[in-house]
């Protein structure tokens, strides 16, 4: 069943009382950008006292700087002012629950959508399949605090991002809202 109806409805009412907004600036007012994941439970703006305009939020699965994560970034300071970033992942990750290889496998059989068991995501559907997914670095998640270093280290060494920016790591706790700092991850993105 789709929820196309609902999203248009929705669409509708905040049209509707949209107001000024259509005047906001292109650069965001407070001169951030947070790189997060897509997972439906986390809400930037309310973990981060967000309303339209104030940052950039970069999303993608498990928050990870991919090319296309970092790309994003270096528009948003190059082009559009942002001064600060920070990398936030989360608690209960999906992709702490799969690796590349599982990943790959799941899609050489099947590319119905998989379920979530106790030992793991598995195979409900049936082929065909696609071998294309062995060319995927899928960034799965082993451990969360090291991924979030990791990709802020990865930022922080890219050559395209000024050594100016600070870049700050962060785990979002799903079952608290709280962000809890990764010191070694907003140490190796200290501003230089």
Same mark, same amino acid.
């Given at each position: 069943? /789709?929820?196309?109806?609902? #999203?248009?409805?929705?669409?509708? +009412?905040?049209?509707? +009382?949209?107001? !000024?907004?259509? /005047? ?18 986390? !809400? %930037? &703006? ?7 305009? !104030?940052? $950039?939020?970069?999303?993608? @699965?498990? *928050?990870?700087? +991919? ?8 528009? /948003? ?12 992942? $989360? ?23 998989? @379920?979530? *068991? ?9 082929? %065909? *399949? ?14 969360? &605090? ?11 060494? $890219? %050559?395209?991002?000024?050594? +100016? ?14 962000? #809890? ?12």
């Amino acid at each position: 069943m /789709s929820v196309l109806t609902e #999203v248009l409805s929705a669409n509708e +009412s905040y049209a509707a +009382s949209f107001g !000024d907004k259509g /005047s906001l600036a292109l650069p965001p007012a407070r001169c951030f950008a947070i790189l997060t994941c897509m997972d439906a439970r986390l !809400d %930037p &703006a309310k973990y981060a006292g967000l309303v339209e305009g !104030d940052a $950039h939020v970069i999303r993608n @699965a498990g *928050g990870r700087a +991919s090319d296309d994560a970092i790309r994003s970034l270096v528009i /948003s300071y190059k082009l559009l002012g942002t001064k600060e970033w920070f990398v936030i992942h $989360h608690t209960n990750c999906g992709m702490e629950f799969f690796t590349d290889t599982v990943m790959r496998g799941l899609l050489a059989n099947s590319l119905e959508t998989a @379920a979530l *068991g106790e030992d793991g995501f598995y195979d409900v559907g049936t082929g %065909p *399949g696609s071998a294309e997914a062995s060319y995927i670095d899928w960034l799965t998640i082993s451990d969360n &605090a090291q991924s979030v270093a990791e990709d802020v280290t990865r930022i922080r060494n $890219h %050559p395209l991002v000024p050594r +100016s920016i600070p870049i700050y790591g962060f785990i979002y706790d799903v079952a608290t809202g709280r962000l #809890v700092e990764v010191p070694a991850a907003t140490e190796a993105g200290r501003a230089g």
